[in-house]
Nanobody, 126 residues
Framework: VQLQASGGGLVHPGGSLRLACVASGRTLSSSTMGWFRQAPGQGRQFVAAVRGSGRITKFAKSVKDRFTISSDNARNTVYLQMNSLKSDDTAVYYC????????????????????WGQGTLVTVSS
């Protein structure tokens, strides 16, 4: 399984970005995809996750109502739409895949995921 994340960049506060993660070697409809992020000097934190067809999602409190996650199973791609970005959102964003349809309580746990992408840097700055 290979995960390729893209879409990071520099954006002003209040702006938007859309990250994409293409999964090779695994069908998204039968798995769970997650996004985590790691800010400088901090540990990796959960951001959002989507299970299977996309009807079950979970978000960190810090991004709820600003970020959305969606799954395009035909393209085997998961998107993270990030709106109203703040400087606190600056981090390297990683996508991750679990071969299982995780229960909701496990979707925000790093150890629930088997494969990780290489990360894409998001910088929110004026």
């Amino acid at each position: 399984v290979q995960l390729q994340a893209s879409g990071g960049g520099l954006v002003h506060p209040g702006g938007s970005l859309r990250l994409a993660c293409v999964a090779s070697g695994r069908t998204l409809s039968s798995s769970t995809m997650g996004w985590f992020r790691q800010a400088p000097g901090q540990g990796r934190q959960f951001v959002a996750a989507v299970r299977g067809s996309g009807r079950i999602t979970k978000f960190a409190k810090s991004v709820k109502d600003r970020f959305t996650i969606s799954s395009d199973n035909a393209r085997n791609t998961v998107y993270l739409q990030m709106n109203s970005l703040k400087s606190d959102d600056t981090a390297v964003y990683y996508c991750a895949n679990s071969g299982r349809q995780l229960i909701t309580s496990s979707m925000d746990i790093e150890g629930s995921y088997d494969y990780w992408g290489q990360g894409t840097l998001v910088t929110v700055s004026s």
